[in-house]
């Protein structure tokens, strides 16, 4: 046989073979069911069944605004001087109340140099009062004619070059004093720590950040908001802030809403406050409800809705007393134990459920 003809063969044979599995998979060699209605299951009313009507609420429209938790009142704790540090007694997670002990750093050149003014202080005193007593001896020779007026002059600038002496030490030791309490650096305000930045031996410098803590009953949440729906708020509006990973809903209130656009994205920050709640940290995602006008909805109780796999379907019972069951899409809103119905039922119709059931 020609190669030419050979190759033709080869073609007709995996045309073949493709046609015949075409109609393999469309059925084509299997038992054909002829049209009509299929026998399903025989739809059973429970015993305990309770009926209820799809009623159609108007109710607030939301857009959800993604932002975080953050705190109103967030501190970072650093050192004042330059000095090693000798104890750090607190770890991220430690709650500190105002006035206590975080860091201490080393004070023995401090208190040596405090140590010293004191002792200079001291002796500017001593000379003090010995020009005092001077001047209040010239002033009564001075009277008495015995001593001149130049020398009288002399013992007062003697009093009034001691008396700046001991100003200038005192402030001197006021300073050293000073110093020597930055080395116990304290919490400015109640909170939890949330960072710890440095570790015992090594060098705190001027301005350093140690720490950083925040006050957990001061949360709240920060969320970009579109500037067109931004405009419509105010301060002091009650919002709806949902927590995903707590599952829990809270109400918050806006206190604040930062008067800049932001020029890429043309949304203003909004910031709204939280209860304080103990399950609740900054830096936890969070989802505000922000009003957009409001919106009808078909509702249905929760407790009708059946799940099967990812699908949704409620029983129906129509006037004749028959039993439906119809697949349904559901939405997100939810308001007094029932459920938003998108598709797959209308206004007035009548479904069936049994409490026992769903519960």
């Known amino acids: 046989m020609r190669p030419a003809a050979l190759r033709v063969l080869q073609a007709a044979a995996g045309i073949t073979v493709v046609v015949a599995a075409i109609v393999w998979l469309s059925g084509g060699f299997g038992q054909r069911v002829p049209p009509g209605v299929a026998e399903v299951d025989e739809i059973t009313r429970p015993a305990d069944a309770q009926e209820a009507v799809v009623e ?45 002990v975080l860091v201490v ?10 140590t010293q003014a004191h002792d200079a202080l001291q002796a500017a005193r001593a000379r003090l009062d010995l020009a005092q007593s001077e001047k209040t001896r010239y002033e009564q020779l001075y009277q008495k004619g015995v001593a001149t007026r130049q020398r009288l002059d002399q013992t007062l600038a003697d009093l009034r070059e001691a008396q700046a002496n001991v100003n200038r030490l005192e402030q001197s030791l006021s300073e050293a004093q000073t110093e020597l309490s930055y080395t116990e650096i304290r919490a400015p305000v109640s909170g939890l720590v949330i960072d710890r930045l ?88 969070a989802r505000v409800a922000i009003p957009v006008g409001t919106r009808a909805r078909l509702l249905v109780p929760e407790a009708a809705i059946e799940e099967v796999g990812q699908l949704n379907f409620v029983t129906v019972i129509d006037d004749a007393k028959r039993l439906e069951r119809r697949l349904v899409t559901l939405g997100e809103y939810r308001e007094s134990g029932r459920i938003e119905v998108l598709s797959g039922l209308a206004q007035g119709e009548r479904v069936i459920y049994s409490p026992a059931a769903r519960n």
């Open 56 to 100: 159609l609420s108007v109710g607030p429209l939301a857009e959800w605004a993604s932002g975080a938790l953050a705190s109103a009142q967030q501190t970072v704790v650093a050192s004042r001087i330059l000095a090693r540090i000798e104890d750090l007694r607190v770890r991220a997670g430690d709650r500190v109340i105002a006035g206590d």
């Open 105 to 114: 750093l080393e004070s023995e050149d401090l208190k040596a140099r405090m």
């Open 198 to 285: 440095a570790e015992p031996g090594e060098i705190a410098s001027a301005g350093r950040p140690l720490l950083r803590l925040y006050d957990p009953s001061a949360l709240r949440v920060e969320v970009p908001v579109r500037e067109s729906l931004a405009v419509r708020l105010r301060i002091g509006d009650a919002l709806s802030v949902e927590v995903p990973s707590l599952s829990e809903k809270f109400e918050g209130r806006i206190e604040e809403i930062v008067p800049f656009a932001e020029p890429g994205a043309r949304t203003l920050l909004v910031k709204v406050g939280l209860p304080q709640d103990p399950r609740l940290y900054a830096g936890l995602f």
